[in-house]
């Protein structure tokens, strides 16, 4: 017999599931506020990464008094984004706009992606703002690391190989150069002696902390002085 918390989860499962069916890339989550947002010099895109380093707990580390914009959404992957991005970042017309994004792909959180698929939608992404006169900073995927297993998932080093994260990177850092676009290294800067995100820059083995978005921050600024003033 299905017990009550067990119904009631697989109740919220299943409105869940409705809500993404009927606006899959979740375009009414900013919908509303783009239409009352003040001038933006650079929109961030991404997944729960960005949506929560916008957030207040995290909003010292998220560039205070600059006129930028999160348009992050948690659990989102590439294909979701690239939906989004005439609504949430074009039409808002950024100088530049930084885009962090592959983890969920990796996870298969919308399905199985291969890296190809993932590039692809990146190169898209990129295409689109280019074609809008707006300036593209490509960030490389977050390192996972296996110091806060939670034992129903496996560590999200399985979840989110570290050699498939390697991969894209690369592929990202050549095709960022050979399009006059900029690679933000947030990899480099975030893995310790075993190659793995380290473990005070995460709770989880994923996001980051406090001191994850502050090691971010500056990083991220460096990237958008270098190609505004490109």
Same mark, same amino acid.
């Given at each position: 017999m299905t017990s009550c918390p067990e119904l009631a989860a697989a109740v /919220? @499962?299943?409105a869940a599931s409705d809500s993404r069916n009927r606006d899959w890339p979740n375009l009414a989550r900013y919908r509303e506020v783009n239409r009352s947002v003040g001038p933006v010099d650079v929109v961030?895109?991404?997944?729960?990464i960005t949506d929560s380093w916008a957030q207040a707990r995290f909003a010292e580390n998220f560039f205070p008094g600059k006129p930028y914009a *999160? /348009? *992050?959404i948690s659990g989102q992957t590439t294909p979701q984004m690239l939906l989004r %991005? /005439?609504?949430d970042v074009l039409n808002l017309k950024p100088k530049a706009v930084v885009i962090l994004a592959g983890t969920n792909d990796l996870s298969q959180n919308t399905g199985p992606a291969t890296d190809e698929e993932i590039e692809g939608n990146l190169q898209s992404? *990129?295409?689109? +703002?280019t074609n809008a006169g707006v300036k593209v900073v490509f960030s490389s995927i977050l390192p996972t690391s296996a110091y806060h297993v939670n034992s129903s998932l496996g560590p999200q080093t399985s979840l989110r190989p570290l050699a498939r994260i390697r +991969? #894209? @990177?690369d592929w990202m850092k050549n095709y960022a150069a050979a399009n006059k676009h900029t690679y933000l290294d947030y990899y480099s800067a975030m893995i310790d002696g075993q190659g793995m995100l380290k473990a005070e820059l995460s709770a989880d083995d994923l996001h980051p902390t406090a001191a994850g978005y +502050? #090691? %971010?921050?500056p990083l991220a600024q460096a +990237? #958008?002085?270098k190609t505004v003033g490109r």
């Open positions: /919220r @499962n299943v961030f895109m991404g997944d729960s *999160g /348009r *992050g %991005m /005439r609504q992404m *990129g295409e689109l +703002a +991969a #894209i @990177n +502050a #090691i %971010m921050a +990237a #958008i002085d």
